[in-house]
C-alpha cells in the first residue's frame, strides 16, 4: 500500500516521504479500515510516540497522522461493535503507524460510526480539534451556561471547535489570534476578538476558563486573567502557570465513540462546523504539509478520490 513515512525527527515535515509499505493486519480487538480521508497534526513529529513504541524501541520508519474517516475492511479476533463495510471515522493510537496510508490497522475502541450523509473529508477534521475541545471544555474545564471563555487560536482547527462547543453551553467567549483571523473566529461564534499582535490581553477582564493552544507568556498571562476558582485547560504540556485558588488542568486528548458520536452528530443538525483549509491527494500529501503558504484551517489528505 501506500504510505507517508517518517524516519529522521530532525528533518520535521520535510523528511516525509511517499512510500510503499505492507498493508496492516488485525490485532485481537483491531479493525483495519481502507483510509478514505487523513488528519495530520504538525507537532506530532515531536511526540516521542511518533518514534518509539510503548517500550520506548525505536518503531521507524513509522506512518503519522492518527484521524481518519474509512470503510471498514476486516476484523481482529474477539472485535464486536462494528462490521465490515462500515463507515467509521476515529482518532488511531499514537504508538502504533497511523493514518496517512491507504489502510490502517487500530482498536475498535476507537472508532465511531460515521453517518452516511457525512463527508469522508469532514469525518477525518473531527477527531482531535472536536474531542479536545469537548474534553477540554466539559470534561476538564466543568464549562457551565453563563461562565466566560477565553480561547486562544480561536480561528484554528481547535479553536474554532472550542468557541462553537462554549457557545451552545451558553458561554461568553473571547477569541484570540493573529488580525486575519479577526473574522473566521466571529463567524464561529466569538462574541468578541483580541488580536495578540496589537491588542492588549489584559483589557479583555477577568474570565472563568481559559482554553490555552499556546503556553509560554501567553498562557502565563491569561493565568493572571481567571477568577479565583476559575480553571486554566492546556494542550501544550504541564501548565506554566497557575490561576490564583483556581485549578490548571494540562491533558492529552483520547478516543472515545460515545462523544465522538456527539460531535458528529451536531454536525449533521448545523450546531458545530468543520473548519477544514486545504485538502489534498496522498501523493501530494508532503507537499502540502510543506506548503509555505499559511493556510487557515486543517488541512486534510484525501486518500482515496
Known amino acids: 500500500m501506500k504510505a507517508i513515512i517518517v524516519k529522521d525527527q530532525a528533518a520535521g515535515t520535510t523528511g516525509m516521504k511517499l512510500a510503499e509499505r505492507p498493508e496492516p493486519q488485525a490485532a485481537i480487538n483491531d479493525v483495519v479500515v481502507q483510509v478514505h480521508a487523513a488528519g495530520f497534526v504538525n507537532t506530532e513529529l515531536g511526540w516521542p510516540s511518533t518514534w518509539a513504541d510503548r517500550r520506548d524501541q525505536d518503531r521507524t520508519p513509522s506512518i503519522p497522522g492518527h484521524e481518519l474517516a474509512g470503510v471498514v475492511t476486516a476484523l481482529g479476533y474477539g472485535t464486536t461493535g462494528l462490521s465490515v463495510g462500515q463507515r467509521v471515522f476515529g482518532l488511531a493510537d499514537w504508538h502504533r503507524d497511523g493514518t496517512l496510508a491507504e489502510y490502517v490497522a487500530m482498536e475498535a475502541r476507537n472508532l465511531a460510526p460515521l453517518p452516511g450523509d457525512v463527508d469522508f473529508t469532514v469525518g477525518a477534521s473531527l477527531p482531535i480539534s472536536g474531542l479536545t475541545a469537548w474534553q477540554g471544555l466539559l470534561l476538564h474545564g466543568r464549562l457551565q451556561a453563563g461562565q466566560s471563555v477565553l480561547a486562544h487560536g480561536a480561528g484554528g482547527a481547535v479553536g474554532s471547535m472550542v468557541t462553537q ?141
Open 165 to 305: 462547543l462554549a457557545r451552545e453551553v451558553g458561554a461568553y467567549v473571547i477569541g484570540t489570534g493573529r488580525a486575519a483571523d479577526r473574522q473566521k473566529a466571529l463567524d464561529f461564534g466569538a462574541n468578541e476578538f483580541i488580536d495578540l499582535d496589537n491588542d492588549a490581553l489584559e483589557d479583555v477582564g477577568s474570565v472563568d476558563l481559559v482554553f490555552d493552544v499556546i503556553g509560554g507568556d501567553i498562557q502565563k498571562r491569561s493565568a493572571a486573567l481567571i477568577h479565583v476558582g476559575g480553571t486554566l485547560v492546556t494542550i501544550v504540556g504541564p501548565a506554566e502557570a497557575r490561576p490564583v485558588d483556581g485549578l490548571a488542568v494540562d491533558f492529552v486528548v483520547e478516543s472515545d465513540r460515545a462523544q465522538l458520536s456527539e460531535i458528529v452528530q451536531r454536525v449533521r443538525d448545523g450546531r458545530l462546523r468543520t473548519n477544514i483549509g486545504a485538502v489534498a491527494s496522498l501523493d501530494d500529501a508532503v507537499a502540502a504539509f510543506n506548503s509555505t503558504t499559511r493556510r487557515a484551517g486543517k488541512t486534510i489528505i484525501r486518500v482515496r478520490p
